[in-house]
């Protein structure tokens, strides 16, 4: 810790993307779901993430926020899980519902779950609702029906 103080507080950001960037790529990080949190935890260190990524490092490291959230909802660390989904949504595209459909459906369903068991109904709602306006066909939004079923319950 007392080395990492020794950086340039601008030189971190680069530093954290360059690591998460290496881990992503030299190992088949999407079959390591350790590594996936260790890279999408370097990525998280990174001040303006969003606009410190190009579009397909976005894409990349919201598909490792995916797998690190599932990997931390093993572990029952809903919070922590929570975290990795919101990047991953927030690392995707403008038009995220039209360029990486099926992974911002997952996001958001995952998304909705963590919140859900840690209590925040606010959150809950708005990502149901932002599934239901997007949904491109009934199956599509039967995961987020029996999350609303249980939301309400």
């Known amino acids: 810790e007392s080395t990492y103080n020794l950086i340039l507080i601008d030189q971190r950001t680069p530093l954290h993307k360059k690591l998460a960037t290496i881990l992503v790529h030299a190992f088949e990080v999407s079959n390591n779901a350790e590594l996936c949190t260790i890279a999408v935890d370097q990525i998280k260190m990174c001040k303006d993430v969003e606009r410190n990524l190009t579009p397909s490092e976005r894409a990349l490291f919201a598909r490792a926020s995916n ?21 991953g949504i927030r690392l995707l595209h403008d038009k995220t519902w039209d360029n990486q459909y ?26 149901l609702d932002s599934i239901f306006t ?3 066909s009934f199956n599509d939004a039967l995961n987020a029906r029996a999350l609303r079923a249980k939301f309400l319950a």
């Open 67 to 87: 797998t690190a959230g599932k990997h931390a909802m093993g572990f029952s660390s809903y919070e922590q899980a929570r975290g990795y989904f919101e990047l």
């Open 102 to 127: 099926s992974l911002s459906l997952e996001l958001h369903e995952m998304s909705v779950t963590v919140s859900f068991m840690v209590g925040d109904f606010e959150d809950v709602s708005r990502r």
């Open 134 to 136: 997007n949904a491109k």
